[in-house]
């Protein structure tokens, strides 16, 4: 937890928006994750898509973590930063076939989740391992634009196409090293957690070659202060007990990305001016969804609070940006008392924050900035 007085002083030396993320904290996520899981044997994979500041990766893998990617571009960025190929996954969606040739030329692990696509590789590479992106047909519940692993999703190959699945395998002898499935994201998972790892274990015994089951991410975080993280300890040792009943031990694979960096993340925001009409108050500030895009696209919930004036007495607040269309970062939010200029901060941001902003209305891009300790460092 950065505290105000260095959240103030980064504000006002780099400007605002601004994101400010905790290396610290990142370390202590991700040591609660490899101790819940410490009694099997995991691979933690972090999902790059959710924060690929150059310094949280090297952070992830010096504390022994491993990556996860959707795209070459992700890829080539961690090859940059020194990752080894042979600890990087890729789960593209919908890759064109010139990606997909150019990622069967490099060590990374690649998961298919497409049944076209695992015959045109058939044809291509057939040596080459592969991994299969399955589709449990489990629905999940949540918000479903983070949903992906019910039926008529377009991620991943329907486990009802299991008769083609083993065909197309053994017409061209292919190499499954690894089954995936990924249910979705920041969902309320325990029991359906549980059915796509038994899912898993089921499809295993049809696979003879397989090295690893990957359980995909979407582990949850407290977002909102009545949310419930998901339970670790519970999963690890469910995933204990199915692979004492199916008698053999193998690797298990955990894609995290929220878990790992959400709460990391402060995005700092100063207050144009504040704006009263009947029945409510808007404090308008210096930022939009082009910044910060969960509240709008997903309709998530972040905690906003006031660091500039925390003892204030709290009134009402609509937090609103400056585009053109719906912009609201929190609506009806008790806040300290808000005065023109005073510097907001907006919580959990460290995931899917400032790797999915835009110069949506030309407005720059906010900067990225890390705390190590008593080190800040622009990045
Ligand atoms: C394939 C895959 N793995 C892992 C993740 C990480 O999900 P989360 O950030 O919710 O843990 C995602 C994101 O949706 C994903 O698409």
Redo the contacts with the bound molecule.
């Keep these: 937890m950065i505290k105000r007085e260095i959240l103030l002083e980064i504000a006002r030396h780099y400007g605002t928006p601004v994101y400010v993320y905790d290396l610290e904290q990142i370390r202590a996520k991700f040591r609660k994750l490899h101790d819940a899981f410490s009694s099997i044997d995991t691979d933690i994979h972090f999902?790059v898509?959710?924060n690929h500041n150059p310094f949280i990766i090297k952070t992830i893998d010096e504390e022994g973590g491993k990556f996860?990617t959707?795209s070459l571009e992700e890829v080539k960025h961690l090859s940059e930063l020194g990752i080894d190929e042979k600890n990087i996954l890729y789960?593209p969606?919908c890759p064109s076939k010139d990606e997909l040739k150019k990622a069967l030329d490099t060590d990374i692990a690649i998961h298919i989740g497409a049944l076209e696509l695992l015959e045109w590789i058939g044809q291509t590479a057939p040596e080459r391992p592969l991994g299969l992106?399955l589709n449990p047909g489990l629905d999940i519940g949540g918000n479903k634009k983070?949903a992906?692993a019910h039926q008529g999703s377009k991620f991943g190959i329907p486990w009802t196409l299991k008769n083609r699945i083993l065909k197309t395998v053994d017409k061209y002898r292919l190499r499954i090293t690894g089954l995936h499935t990924?249910l979705?994201?920041?969902v309320s998972y325990d029991e359906v957690m549980r059915q796509s790892i038994d899912f898993l274990f089921e499809a295993r015994s049809y696979f003879p070659r397989l090295e690893y089951l990957d359980i995909?991410?979407?582990?949850k975080i407290k977002y909102h202060p009545d949310d419930k993280e998901t339970d670790l300890k519970a999963l690890a040792g469910y995933i204990r007990g199915r692979t004492k009943k199916s008698g053999e031990a193998i690797k298990i694979k955990i894609?995290?990305?929220?878990?790992l960096v959400a709460e990391a993340g402060y995005f700092l925001m100063q207050v144009n001016f504040v704006k009263k009409i009947p029945g409510k108050t808007f404090a308008c500030v210096n930022t939009g969804f082009n910044h910060f895009i969960r509240p709008m696209y997903y309709g998530a919930y972040h905690p906003v609070e006031n660091l500039s004036q925390p003892g204030e007495p709290e009134s009402v607040y609509d937090v609103v940006g400056n585009l053109c269309e719906e912009d609201t970062f929190a609506y009806d939010r008790k806040i300290a008392r808000i005065r023109e200029n005073d510097i907001l901060v907006l919580k959990n941001a460290g995931?899917?924050g400032y790797v999915m902003a835009s110069h949506y209305n030309l407005r720059p891009l906010p900067k990225e900035i890390v705390v190590d300790g008593h080190r800040i460092i622009e990045t």
């Design positions: 999902a898509k959710a996860d959707v789960t969606s992106r983070i992906t990924h979705g994201s920041d995909g991410g979407g582990f894609e995290p990305g929220k878990f995931a899917y």
